[in-house]
């Protein structure tokens, strides 16, 4: 198994500004990832992030919206850059591991964006 | 990828067993099915996945019948901490880990 930290847990933002997150794995991964989730939706897959090359966006998602960082394989960050209200989210990052099965995936608790 | 379809919302009652339904009518050959559950303010947690008729947990069980356009979630006996939003997945081993949520079950486990 995995265990994903994700700061911060929560954050009030004032629109026009940036925020990191931050995911910090407790082992090695090839891939992590980034999800999305709008008050009383689902999950959306903003992009996946591998060490030591950029990373690949979902169609809807840009690098200079979600700027994200992989700087070592237990380690990610995401920013959600030029805030404005629709940005208010959950933002959970994930990693695919040695669970139950080779494709069951751990996620962070998540962070609580809230930008006003 | 194949395209999920779930029930919105579903009630039961401490006791109970309940049964999820998912529909996967274009599921492809080497796709399998998981399902999470999510509890509010936690990101999703791997419950069960297979790939044909059934597998069993301690947690659920997963029946998939033999043309695999469907799957049910079977969860013996809930309690009120069940309560949550249950998501059936499709995908295949080559999709790289990556995740496709559908709109997800929830599901409200009453007294």
């Known amino acids: 198994s995995a265990v994903i930290s994700q700061k911060p847990s929560r954050d009030i933002c004032q629109r026009g500004t940036s925020l990191t997150i931050q995911c910090q794995v407790d082992?090695?991964?090839?891939?992590m990832f980034w999800y999305r989730q709008q008050p009383g939706q689902s999950l959306t897959l903003i992009a996946t992030?591998?060490?030591?090359?950029?990373?690949?966006?979902e169609s809807g998602f840009v690098i200079d919206k979600f700027p994200i960082s992989r700087p070592n394989l237990t380690f990610s960050t995401l920013t959600v850059s030029n805030m404005s209200p629709e940005d208010s989210s959950i933002y959970l990052c994930?990693?695919?591991?040695?669970?139950?099965?080779?494709?069951?995936?751990?996620f962070g608790q998540g962070t609580r964006l809230t930008v006003v | 990828l194949a395209k999920t379809t779930q029930p919105i919302s579903m009630d039961s009652y401490e006791g109970q067993e309940v049964n999820i339904t998912c529909s996967h009518n274009?599921?492809?050959?080497?796709?399998?099915i998981t399902w999470y559950q999510q509890f509010p303010s936690q990101g999703p947690r791997f419950i069960i996945q297979?790939?044909?008729t059934k597998v069993t947990n301690e947690v659920a069980s997963l029946f998939i019948p033999a043309d695999r356009k469907s799957s049910t979630l079977s969860l013996p006996r809930v309690s009120l901490s069940d309560t949550a939003v249950y998501y059936c997945?499709?995908?295949?081993?080559?999709?790289?880990?990556?995740?496709?949520f559908g709109q997800g079950t929830e599901l409200s486990v009453k007294p």
């Open positions: 994930s990693v695919e591991g040695a669970g139950q099965t080779n494709t069951e995936a751990f």
């Open positions: 082992s090695q991964v090839t891939m």
């Open positions: 992030a591998n060490q030591g090359s950029e990373a690949t966006y």
């Open positions: 274009n599921i492809a050959t080497n796709d399998y």
């Open positions: 297979g790939y044909k």
């Open positions: 997945l499709v995908g295949s081993y080559n999709q790289g880990g990556k995740l496709i």
